[in-house]
Every structure is written in C-alpha cells, then in structure tokens.
C-alpha cells in the first residue's frame, strides 16, 4: 500500500464514521474532496472505482452487481432520480443504490468533487446531470 492508497482509504473510512443517515453523500464528498480527491468514476455493473487525486490515481474494486453475460437495462432518467432520491433519504444503502442505479440504465457515473456534481450515463449517450450541496465539516471534528 502506498502513501495515496493509505490516504483514500483513510478518508472513507472517516468519512464513513461521520456521515449522517440522510444526505450523507455531500459529507463523504466533502471528506473526499478534503483528501486531495479531484473525481471518482464509478463503472456498472462491475462496481470499479476509479478515483483522481492530486497525487495520482487509484482503482479500488468492489463487488460486481451481476457475473456473466447480461442485457444492459434501457436508461430511465425518472428511476435514476428515484434510486438517487431514495439514498439521500437514508432509505437504501449503497449497493442498493449501485443496483437501482443499473437496473435503471446507469452503466457509470462521474463524479467532480470540485464542481460538486455527478453525471450519471447510459450505454446509449444518455445522461443525468445533478449538483450536489456543499457539506461543512465542522460539525464533525
């Protein structure tokens, strides 16, 4: 393990401990942001993380939503809002919303810390762009 490597995961596991239950995602991006995170690429269904940060990059991969051959579900802008609106509401958790996401088309998404936004794509060209708040972390040091 590198010293970027350490750092990432340093921040999420923080992170983590301090994310409130609903509309915890602008704190994690807050904490990620903090840590020199500049983006992060998620790809579905395989669940590879990919993050940019000011040092260099990282992949961290997670546990594939689906093995073998699949059709890609047709994107569907309304229920990406709804998984999305779903997980801000503490309502999911995050591989139930990872699996919302793709059974609603996403193949992947973007994230810019620094712009605090997300463009969520389909395997079509489609896309969802959504901003994101920013989070003040002083409540939680």
Same mark, same amino acid.
């Given at each position: 393990m590198n010293h970027i490597t350490a750092?990432?995961?340093e921040a999420q596991k923080y =992170? #983590?401990?301090i994310r409130p239950k609903v509309g915890g995602f602008p704190v994690l991006a807050e904490v990620l942001?903090? =840590?020199g995170v500049l983006k992060n690429r998620w790809s579905l269904p395989s669940c590879q993380a990919i993050y940019e940060m000011k040092e260099g990059s990282i992949v961290q991969q997670g546990t594939? #939503?689906?093995t073998g051959i699949h059709a890609i579900p047709n994107f569907n802008q309304e229920a990406v809002v709804v998984a999305l609106r779903t997980d801000q509401e503490g309502k999911s958790t995050f591989p139930e919303f990872l699996k919302a996401a793709w059974e609603a088309g996403v193949i992947g998404y973007d994230v810019d810390f620094t712009?605090?936004?997300?463009?969520y794509y389909g =395997?079509?060209?489609e896309s969802y762009f959504e901003e994101y708040p920013a989070a003040t972390l002083d409540n939680y040091f």
């Open positions: 750092k990432l995961i =992170a #983590l401990s942001r903090n =840590a594939p #939503l689906l712009k605090r936004n997300v463009i =395997a079509n060209g």
